[in-house]
């Protein structure tokens, strides 16, 4: 069984650890280059892009994390870090940098100030899924390799991405951790089973 890290930073860390533990995979978390050489595949939180960012300089992290994305490590983010696998980021902080991962262009605190946390319905790989969304980014586009699985059902944000992968990349606009429906974590450690099995 494959351990999943995940990015310990900042964020909601501990939510991560046991979503993935309720999907029976060991876990680990990740704050030094030697803890990420440790994982088969990295979680990146809910929490602050900006800090994260920082802190993801500060620690030496941030080009060992692309090397192993680049190198085909899987690798989901929520929210902020939705925005960490982003390639490009609208609406960031002067100088503000990412990980990248994903060929699109995510708009940070897209659902507007007024907004900022609230439950929306989701329509995630065909099927209704409530997803709480806490000053959340959106997916202003995506370049042709993108997957979209998912999209805002309701209100004025409907048809908005908030759900995609590529290759062995996925993020959500929205936090799965935190709502105790465990589809999205499924998800991605099938996609973490299926990889391994492609090496073997
Ligand atoms: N607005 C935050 C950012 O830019 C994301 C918020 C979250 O992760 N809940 O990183």
Redesign the pocket.
């Known amino acids: 069984m494959p351990t999943i890290g995940v990015l310990a930073l900042q964020?909601?860390v501990r939510e991560h650890l046991h979503a993935l533990a309720a999907c029976g995979v060991p876990t680990l978390s990740v704050r030094r280059p030697e803890e990420l050489e440790q994982v088969e595949a990295l979680v990146i939180?809910?929490?602050?892009?900006?800090?994260?960012w920082k802190l993801a300089r500060t620690f030496d992290l941030l080009d060992p994390l692309r090397k192993r994305i680049e190198a085909g490590m899987p690798a989901y983010g929520?929210?902020?870090?939705m925005?960490m696998l982003a390639d490009r980021v609208l609406d960031?902080i002067e100088g503000q940098e990412t990980i990248g991962g994903i060929d699109m262009s995510v708009r940070?605190?897209a659902f507007g100030r007024q907004v900022d946390s609230f439950e929306g319905r989701v329509v995630m790989d065909g099927a209704p899924y409530d997803a709480v969304?806490?000053?959340?980014?959106w997916v202003e586009s995506i370049g042709e390799g993108v997957e979209v699985l998912g999209r805002v059902e309701t209100g004025d944000a409907a048809g908005r991405i908030v759900a995609v992968r590529q290759g062995r990349v996925m993020a959500t606009a929205f936090?799965p951790e935190l709502t105790g429906d465990s589809r999205v974590h499924r998800y991605f450690v099938d996609l973490v089973r299926r990889s391994i099995d492609e090496e073997a």
């Open positions: 964020g909601d939180p809910g929490g602050e892009s900006t800090t994260m929520s929210c902020a870090g925005i960031g940070r605190n969304f806490i000053r959340a980014p936090h």
